[in-house]
């Protein structure tokens, strides 16, 4: 039959729903409920779409086209729709997509997965990790003042995690050893680019555009590069040791630093706009604002900027004994100690209190610590000389007066006022950017390149665009700020440098972020309270006396244990399904507002009981694909909607805990979840959302040997998944192969055999879990050692017909003996729901059951007629021989009659093939028992040659005589 | 005059209103020669407990508002005559109270015990299935029913002959019958009278139905809140069983039919169909996506049939007199009579049968008698808790399914609220939609979200917090709500909402411009002040004061402390010298 979609004729099926004609023509439909292996259940109402001449929306997913019919899926009715449905879930969904540390660090450094990868002890992947965004970890360590601590949920328990020493700590590895990380440079692309100033903007460009493929050369004024972190930031907070090897490990992918060349003078904007393909300006804001007061030009009276500058230059001037700074930022508290260093008496006058200082806190209390004295309320207004040189300073008495812009309360003069003596004084007020050039005709471009009214770059903030190839960022365009903000502009501008180098648009695209709250002040912290109280770790720092007249870095890094123990403290609270959640995806694709219908939200604890499935209500959409799946496939149906309207919500009935339920850890829950509501857990690694690197296996816990997924992180295996898109297992997979590997014992080597006294009469016992060349293996060991070789674990199987695996597509009816596992139950009733009759022998008080066509007590009572092609299932280990043997007659019965023995090891018919003879029982007491242990066994002496899951290598053989090579 | 017998009207309606205590003392005093007798829903549910007494003449007098005080004179044949409500002999013929009236639904309410089977067979009870099962095939019943003009009168008013074509036609080895009884619409109460009051008439209408589409086995999904209906139904069943009625080989015949009342846990939501299924087979009441209907797929998976009580009430009626008879009355689309429930601000509340196409007004003013008090009128809620509110200039609408739609209400299932000036229409709408948000199955986005954050908005409004904006907002929540919801909860809930906006805008820009509640309703709108000139000092107002807000001395001015003042109007009300001042 024909469809009209979107006005444009289609071929479709009868029975076909819109949703899978749509698919079938390339149309893509959002949908969140709709579960592939059921009937259409229509709650989501994201895959929306119109069909004409009927009244409102239909679901795609629950609407059978008719011939005819026209269906509209993208008009803007549609769209509003879809996008109304992911508003209205949105506003009930209490979840953080992000972790709010990352948001909060204006440079987005994926803060939560290196923690965790620390914690994990895998310091050098942190160190990548951090590198993605942030290529001076060990400088932006030392002196950033973590916006990212500021947000961090931990500080509602106790105290935020020490994100940036621990940034520290990875980046150091590359000052104390040989290893260093840089990104793989990118093929050359044939295009180059100037930029203009080596701070922590132009560096970080240059570091992306360079490993990006682009011929990068950076004109710096000064004779180093670095920018304010080598001629601002003092040496005790970064040692400028550490700032060359961090800019030399920078320049190991071609970057070119031209030094004592400065824009205006040297080089010309122009030139450089046509003779490179882009131009990043990053000059920073370092020239000083002038001092406020009157015979300010004597000598003696410095700027901060000039004198830390001059410090950094080895170029330190006299300042005499007593010395005053003023100001209360972090240049003054910088200044301040820097002078004391050098053995001066150091006042610090600020007109406000010392609650309105900016600084930060700890930098202040350092200061106090060391010596400086901190004098509130005064202003210094007059310089007095005495033969042209400083003897005293005029300072008058303030008071606080009402709140400005700011937030802080106004200072306000006295008018009264009083002398003192000085040496010198160094006023570190603010900075503003240098832009003598920008006037000169040989800087102009084609278009204006225009300036704020405080002299920084109009640049376009998502971008870094100024005009023509010409781009502007850090310091220069918002004012003197931090380190990981110039960072941030850095990393923008190379990316849309390279976009604008390729021809593309340059905005990057904005995925949508679900937030818990903006602020960690707008959240509960009753949500924290039980979970355990831990104190921060504190990074030593040399004595007070230790740091006098020299210039020895304060604080030290933590040692790698204490780091990994810090880590530990990590609450992860960002979603560690925020690159797959479909909820998420969707939102971004429709441009949601998470607050368009913000209102009351439910707030649910997190059911942790389970020891595998993480169940996180809050982000739960009501969409019951976890409900139905666990109901209607695997059987157990421990989920279910409780309560209603608003307050419905999804769990176990009557609320109870998973773990209180007869919940089999199948985890197809968590397969078919959208969002991150089901989560798997992992008992010996602390998770985070991004997982390296994917690999398929097959599970090698029983003979089925199902499709896997494995989520590996550096070689530690996260998480198993059915393999998406296998036709055998399809996304069913049982206990064992989807977390029992979280169990498994260590591995032991082959060769702690060869040094084994074998005592007379020993047997060995061997594994049909086991490679090939293994088997082989342990029989030549064997026969050396003249040991008679069984199998407990390979029970006798008097099967004449094994079914293979296509045979499961023809299949009419099932017959389902004895205890299976959960994914040969499922297996089953998704060929019952394509047709097959369904029939279960097991005497269990099992819900599966239920599921049934029919519940017999014992095959005696089964009828089937000869021609229906009937498969047996049962498991071999299992049953005893009487009732295999029983099975075995049914099947000369009937014609078509086909049996899938489901081994528990991998390959029990590759055993057989060995001639290893099937034994019950061992009657002696010394046994070798040469691959996984089974329950069933004892013996005197035991080694273990325990496989790792998911690494077999060699040839295994399945339930259907597969041969699969892994 | 000598008074024969006398029937208590023993409905919960009734028992509400002391009834029992009625029936009791009748019993120890009446003398034998007068038959004392039960019998349930009279339909004058405003003056229960009521009685009424059969003359030697056959004459029937209708009692209301009894004290047992009242009782003597009846045993000595003296009934109060201020206490008379109606004289079928002297009032019938002019009283518009009656005579707007036609029962057929409720041709048996207060007229025979309805635990009494021999009653029921007394008046043509079970004539009609003997005469389906005896002389008409299932085809000519459908015909009849169809041309009848019957349609659901659950609310949506499908075709019932039609639907039984469907359940007839579909392929199945079994058939499942069900009659919803899941009454949940707040202030609707016709299906309880019904199955209080006549409850073979439904079995009868079910037997019929099901030996129409074929159906042996039945359920009767009722509210486990109308323990009177169900104990009256087990009854009525068993009796009906043991007279053959039902159960194996009715009346001889090879149709057989066994029902079972299936008693609901209380989810509005289970009067939808699907969900009402999901509830019967054991699962969560939730509902479920249509195609495929009931009527191929219903009750574990069979052709199902599923009827409204009052529509299976009116079978036997149309099997005996005809599809014609009953195709006399009504207009248009929409034929027959319909129960409606008059309750609110309505001076003669009760349950009445009127013919389709009789005016919202004729109801509420011929029937009903007019408003409480006098008041004006103001609105009347058609339809329940997704129904609409009807304004005054709308009250000459005639009351059939298309007309009621067309003025953005809907019949549903009869309920019939009417209000006065003293009703905010923003605080009626919130409550409806209060109503219908906690009763979302939470299965559909809009429906378990969207009506909440309706529901928000009306609140923000009623606190005076709201912006012109919000009612766009409610607008396109509301459209979109509407048309992406599964079950008909959903598609309806907002209704109340749109109703209001369209007939009562002024009342919502009165709260979010001037922020004025013009019903003196919303709290937080509103405030108390005392005229010191016109108090006369009596402390009454401070008595009743429940947060000790009012301050003064005997026989001096009293002051309204505005903190601590809560606008609960009780000062207001107590007030007797209009000194209490409401803006």
Known sequence: ?966 | MMIKEIKVGMASCGLAAGAQAIYDALETSLPESVKLSKTACIGFCYAEPMLETVDDEGVSRYYGYLTPRDLEGFGKNEPPVKKLIISQKEEAPGNKKLARQVRIATRNSGMIDPDDIEQYVAREGYKALEKVLKEMDPQSVIDEVKNSGLRGRGGAGFSTGLKWQFAHDAQGDKKYIICNADEGDPGAFMDRNLLESDPHAVLEGMAICAYAVGADEGYIYCRAEYPLAVRRLKKAILDAMDKGYLGDKIFGSDFSLKLKVKEGAGAFVCGEETALIASIEGQRGMPRLRPPFPAQSGLWKKPTNNNNVETYANIAWIINNGAEAYAAYGVGKSRGTKVFALAGKVKESGLVEVPMGTTLREIIFDIGGGIKDDRPFKAVQLGGPSGGCVPEELLDTSVDYESIAEIGAIMGSGGMVVMDETTCMINIASFFLNFTQNESCGKCTFCRIGTKRMLEILQKIQAGEGVLEDIDKLETLAEQIIASSLCGLGKSAPNPVLSTLRYFKNEYLAHIEEKRCPAFVCKDLISFEINEEACTGCTLCARKCPVNAIEGVAKGPHTIDQDKCISCGACFDACRFNAVLRT
């Open chain 1, 1 to 966: 039959m024909k469809i009209y979609l979107n006005h444009k004729e289609v071929q479709c099926q009868e029975g076909q729903t819109i949703l899978e004609v749509a698919r079938e023509n390339g149309i893509s439909i959002p949908t969140l409920c709709h579960e592939p292996e059921l009937n259409a259940y229509g709650s989501c109402w994201v895959c929306s779409v119109k069909v004409e001449g009927m009244r409102g929306f239909v679901t795609s997913c629950g609407t059978k086209v008719r011939e005819d019919m026209s269906v509209i899926t993208d008009s803007p009715e549609v769209k509003k729709a879809r996008k109304t449905a992911l508003e209205l879930l949105l506003s009930d969904h209490y979840a953080d997509c992000e972790a709010p540390c990352k948001i909060a660090c204006p440079d987005h450094v994926d803060i939560q997965t290196y923690v965790s990868l620390i914690a994990n002890g895998k310091f050098k992947e942190a160190v990548e990790v951090i590198k993605n965004n942030l290529p001076l970890p060990m400088s932006v360590g030392r002196v950033c003042p973590a916006f990212c601590e500021m947000e961090c949920r931990r500080s509602l328990v106790d105290e935020p995690v020490a994100i940036r020493q621990l940034k520290r700590c990875a980046a150091d590895l590359e000052l104390d050893s040989d290893w260093y990380f840089v990104h793989d440079k990118k093929e050359d692309k044939g295009k180059k680019v100037a930029i203009v100033g080596a701070g922590p903007a132009g560096l970080t460009a240059g570091y992306f555009l360079s490993t990006e493929g682009y011929g990068v050369d950076i004109f710096e004024s000064s004779p180093q590069a670095g920018g304010w972190l080598r001629y601002g930031i003092p040496e005790y907070r970064l040692p400028k040791a550490i700032l060359d090897k961090e800019i030399d490990i920078m320049c190991k992918n071609g970057m070119n630093i031209i030094y004592n060349t400065k824009m205006g003078k040297d080089v010309f904007l122009k030139d450089l706009s046509k003779d490179y393909d882009a131009v990043f300006v990053g000059i920073g804001a370092q020239l000083p604002s002038p001092m406020r007061a009157k015979n300010a030009d004597i000598e003696g009276c410095l700027l901060g900027v000039d004198y830390l500058r001059a410090v950094a230059m080895n170029q330190a001037p006299e300042l005499g004994k007593k010395v005053a700074i003023v100001g209360a930022g972090d240049v003054a508290i910088d200044c301040a100690r820097t002078a004391l260093r050098s053995g001066a008496d150091v006042t610090l006058l600020y007109r406000r209190t010392r609650k309105e200082m900016p600084a930060e806190t700890y930098e202040v209390d350092a200061a106090e610590e060391e010596g400086v004295k901190l004098q509130f309320l005064i202003n210094p207004i007059e310089m007095i000389d005495k033969d042209g040189k400083l003897d005293k300073v005029v300072i008058e008495k303030m008071k606080l007066g009402e709140p400005d812009d700011s937030g802080r309360r106004r200072p306000e003069a006295t008018g009264e006022s009083y002398e003192e003596k000085f040496d010198s004084i160094i006023a570190a007020i603010s900075q503003k950017c240098d832009v003598s050039w920008h006037g000169d005709d040989r800087n102009k471009v084609e278009h204006e390149l225009e300036l704020s009214k405080w002299n920084t770059a109009e640049s376009d903030a998502e971008t870094m665009h100024w005009n023509d190839n010409v781009f502007a960022g850090g310091d220069f365009r918002v004012g003197p700020a931090t380190a990981i903000e110039a960072v941030a502009d850095g990393k923008i501008a190379a990316m849309s440098i390279d976009r604008f180098l390729r021809g593309e648009i340059m905005a990057g695209t904005h995925k949508f972020n679900s937030r818990k709250s903006d602020k960690i002040k707008d959240m509960d912290p009753e949500e924290f309270a039980e979970i355990p109280r831990k104190d921060r770790l504190k990074a030593r720092e040399l004595g007070v006396t230790e740091r006098e007249l020299n210039h020895k870095e304060v604080e030290a890094s933590f040692g790698q244990e204490e780091a990994s123990e810090e880590a530990g403290r990590c609450l992860e609270c960002g979603c560690m399904v925020n690159t797959s959640c479909s909820l998420r995806e969707y939102s971004t694709e429709y441009e949601a507002n998470q607050d368009q219908y913000a209102g009351e939200l439910t707030k649910h604890p997190i059911d942790e009981s389970h020891p595998f499935i993480l169940r996180d209500a809050n982000k739960c959409i009501n969409c019951g694909r976890c409900i139905r799946i666990c109901a209607e496939v695997q059987g157990p149906a421990v989920l279910g909607y409780i309560y209603r309207g608003f307050a419905s919500v999804v769990g176990p009935e009557f609320g109870e805990k998973l773990e209180d339920t007869v919940c089999t850890t199948c985890g197809k829950c968590i397969e078919v979840c959208p969002t991150g509501a089901l989560l798997p857990k992992t008992k010996h690694y602390k998770n985070n959302p991004t997982y390296f690197t994917y690999r398929d296996s097959r599970c090698s816990e029983c003979g089925a040997a199902c499709y896997v997924t494995i989520q590996e992180e550096h070689d530690t295996v996260l998480r198993v998944d059915a393999k998406d898109d296998n036709d055998f297992n399809g996304l069913n997979l049982c206990y064992k192969g989807r977390f029992d590997w979280q169990n498994l014992d260590v591995q032991l080597s082959a060769e702690d055999l060869n040094s084994l006294d074998v005592p007379e009469g020993t047997v060995m016992n061997i594994s049909p879990a086991m490679s090939n060349e293994m088997i082989k293996e342990a029989l030549s060991y064997a026969k050396d050692k003249g040991l008679e070789v069984v199998s407990c674990e390979l029970t006798a199987d008097p099967c004449e017909d094994y079914a293979e695996l296509k045979d499961l597509d023809e299949v009419e009816a099932l017959v389902l003996v004895g205890p299976l596992n959960q994914m040969i139950k499922a297996k089953a009733r998704s060929l019952q729901l394509k047709g097959a009759k369904m029939i279960v022998v097991n005497q269990l008080d099992d819900r599966f059951n239920g599921l049934a066509d029919a519940d017999l007590s014992d095959l005696a009572s089964l009828e089937i007629e000869k021609d229906v092609k009937t498969l047996f299932i049962y498991n071999r280990e299992e049953l005893d021989m009487d009732m295999k043997n029983e099975i075995n007659t049914l099947m000369s019965k009937l014609d078509t009659a086909k049996a899938w023995v489901n081994s528990a090891y991998l390959n029990t018919r590759g055993l057989e093939s060995f001639d290893v003879k099937a034994v019950e029982e061992l009657d002696t007491a010394n046994v070798i028992v040469w691959g996984k242990t089974p329950d069933n066994c004892y013996a005197d002496k035991v080694w273990r040659l325990l496989l790792k899951p998911f690494h077999v290598k060699g040839t295994v053989i399945t339930d259907f005589g597969e041969e699969i090579k892994l």
